[in-house]
């Protein structure tokens, strides 16, 4: 089973974007969910994360411009990033979360660019 994450694309600094992580074959909602992002030379890094009870928290590099939710009616997890800076340019990904460590194989990340 893998989560799938769409909804990137260039933005303008200071711009907004919101990111879907879908769940085919499972029921999402069951799991604590986990948005990461990774740019060229660098590992993946988990930015944020909901529980499975909606329990949220975000990176440092990030709070108070990115929040992440979850549509269980829909079966999907958000990502919305606000006030989107050059340095937030990176390929993001989801994944189902054990503790902070991703749990799946990885699925098809979504391409963040924002030009300055």
């Known amino acids: 089973v893998q989560l799938q994450a769409s909804g990137g694309g260039l933005v303008q600094a200071g711009g907004s974007l919101r990111l879907s992580c879908a769940a085919h074959?499972?029921?999402?909602?069951?799991?604590?969910v986990g948005w990461y992002r990774q740019t060229p030379g660098n590992e993946r890094a988990l930015i944020a994360q909901?529980?499975?009870?909606?329990?949220?928290s975000v990176a440092d590099s990030v709070k108070g411009r990115f929040f992440i939710s979850r549509d269980n009616a829909r079966n999907t997890a958000h990502l919305t990033m606000n006030n989107l800076k050059p340095e937030d340019t990176a390929v993001y990904y989801c994944?189902?979360?054990?503790?902070?460590?991703?749990?799946?194989?990885w699925g098809q990340g979504t391409l963040v660019t924002v030009s300055s």
């Open positions: 994944n189902v979360l054990t503790g902070v460590s991703p749990t799946w194989t």
């Open positions: 074959g499972t029921i999402l909602n069951r799991y604590d």
């Open positions: 909901i529980s499975s009870r909606g329990i949220t």
